[in-house]
Structure formats: C-alpha cells, structure tokens
C-alpha cells in the first residue's frame, strides 16, 4: 500500500499534511481539499469516514457530470469503490472513504 488507512486513525492523530496527501492519492489533484470532514463513532454502529470537498471541479454546464468518488469499506477491505449510493447524487462532488 502506498498510504496508510488514515479514515482508521483518530482524527486528532491525523495531521493536515497527511489528509493532504491522502486526498491527492484519492482523487488524484494536485490541490489539496477545500474542506476535510474527518469523522469516527462507535454506537451504535461503528462508522470511520474521511470525506474531502475539492477546492475546485471539472464539471460544467453541458458537459457530463461528475462520477461519485466514495468508496466503501470494511475493516480496510474495499467492499465497493465510487459507490453512488451513499451520498445523494446532488453530493457527487464530494469525494472520500
């Protein structure tokens, strides 16, 4: 693996350089995210996500939209990449694990 499972981690362990280049690696821009949501809860379900919100999209009016980026997994096993499922399709733009 070329990152570490940073949507594993706390989110205070976590620094910014680390989510920077993890969302690099992710949604492969050169920018890093315009926002981070870095998220953990554990009932009563456990749940860890890491979602980014570009600084800025190629999606314009009259071009083909954007493909949804979340990718689903468990216990660092991908279960399902760019799920569109788990976000509305109006949150296409956002990208993360």
């Known amino acids: 693996n070329q990152v570490k499972a940073i949507w594993r981690e ?3 362990t976590v620094t910014e350089e680390e989510h920077a280049t993890f969302y690099k690696y992710l949604a ?3 920018q890093g995210p315009l926002y981070t949501l870095h998220y953990v809860t554990d009932s009563p379900i456990d749940i860890n996500a890491v979602l980014y919100i570009a600084a800025d999209h190629d999606e314009t009016p009259g071009s083909s939209r954007m493909t949804p980026n979340l990718s689903l997994y468990c216990k660092k096993v991908l279960i399902r990449a760019k799920c569109a499922d788990l976000l509305p399709e109006w949150m296409r733009f956002v990208q993360g694990i």
Request: net charge negative; no cysteine.
């Open 10 to 12: 706390p989110p205070t």
């Open 28 to 30: 492969g821009d050169h």
